[in-house]
């Protein structure tokens, strides 16, 4: 059987359907070849010294793994000087990252999260990079990019994709037009389209959450988990199996798979309040793939490729995956509110 490449499904997505220009084509194919030097990396290990940690943080106050500095660094490398965008911005940088000048700029800006999951690098579980596509707001044209330019609501993502790096590397992409995936052939080095239109099912018996932090959690998501647990004797009437693997990259393909939910909701603790998830470089790029793929992204009340963000680095609560396993649980924070 003959797959078709991801050069040829992008310029399809130009020529034919009209929905996407070629500057952003080529920054789609830059990101993907960029995606898959990161999973040579990965999958070179302790081979190449890229395992364990530096004694470096990140913004976020995370320490940083050797693959996280070199992930994100094979990212800015490889799209700065195409001419297809104004501006960057990585989970693992303070501020944002200019085209520097001996380079031209295009009208895109690229957010990303270079190595998702990473404390699973060092055990060898699937890890991921995502990233969101945006334009830049008109009236940036002529003048220096600022970070008020990223803070767009999700909603207005061009394009957003993952790569997971696991027993095949996979590229999952939506430019507007639905979800598709495509496979990396190791043998050619090419991204093969293997997964067409890609759809959730709208049910499911399988819930991701981390359950160790039940302690924590708010009534409306304590009162969905209960009801999963209870089984088919439970108010749901079904039985549930939980799913974790503490990478979000992973846990979300899964739901693209086969359905599913997941959680990682806000909670009572002062680092939870607002969420943990970054809104810019995880929970839009994923809530925009979810929703194409017919599912449903919100952090509790609210839909999440609605919110405006207020700052680069800004979480949010994530609950997304299956559309009538979302509404529930979204159902019962809105009962919550109103009580």
């Given at each position: ?152 609501p999700g909603v207005r993502q061009v394009a957003a994709g993952y790569a997971v790096y696991g027993p095949q590397t996979m590229l999952v992409l ?26 959730i099912p709208e049910q499911t018996k399988e819930f991701s959450i981390n359950m160790s932090n039940m302690r924590h959690w708010e009534a409306p ?96 609560g994530v609950i997304l995956g299956s559309r009538e396993e979302v509404e529930r649980v979204h159902r019962y924070h809105l009962e919550t509110q109103?009580?």
């Open positions: 059987m003959k797959y078709k490449s991801l050069t040829q499904y992008l310029v399809e997505q130009q020529r034919l359907e009209k929905i996407m220009s070629a500057e952003l084509r080529l920054l789609i194919e830059t990101v993907a070849r960029a995606c898959k030097a990161i999973g040579h990396a990965v999958g070179k290990g302790a081979l190449g010294g890229v395992l364990g940690t530096l004694d470096t943080e990140n913004v976020q106050g995370e320490v940083q793994k050797k693959l996280d500095v070199l992930s994100n660094e094979i990212l800015l490398d490889a799209n700065e000087w195409g001419g297809h965008l104004a501006a960057m911005a990585s989970e693992e940088m303070e501020t944002i990252h200019l085209i520097p000048n001996r380079y031209p700029k295009g009208e895109y800006l690229l957010l990303f999260d270079p190595l998702d999951g990473s404390s699973n690098i060092d055990v060898n579980v699937s890890i991921g990079t995502i990233f969101s596509v945006l334009h830049a707001p008109p009236g940036a044209s002529g003048r220096e990019i600022e970070e008020q330019d990223f803070l767009q939506t430019v507007g037009n639905g979800v598709v995936g495509f496979t990396l052939d190791r043998e050619t080095g090419a991204w093969r389209l293997t997964h067409d239109e890609i759809r998501v304590r009162r969905y988990i209960d009801e999963c647990l209870a089984g088919k004797e439970g108010p749901l009437g079904k039985d549930y199996n939980m799913r974790w693997i503490a990478s979000m990259v992973a846990d979300v393909h899964r739901i693209l798979s086969r359905g599913g939910i997941f959680m990682y909701p806000r909670d009572h603790r002062p680092s939870g309040k607002g969420g943990k998830l970054r809104l810019m470089y995880e929970a839009n790029p994923m809530s925009y793939i979810v929703e194409q793929a017919g599912g449903l992204a919100v952090d509790g009340e609210q839909r999440i490729l609605d919110i405006q963000p207020t700052a680069l680095h800004q979480r949010v109103q009580n």
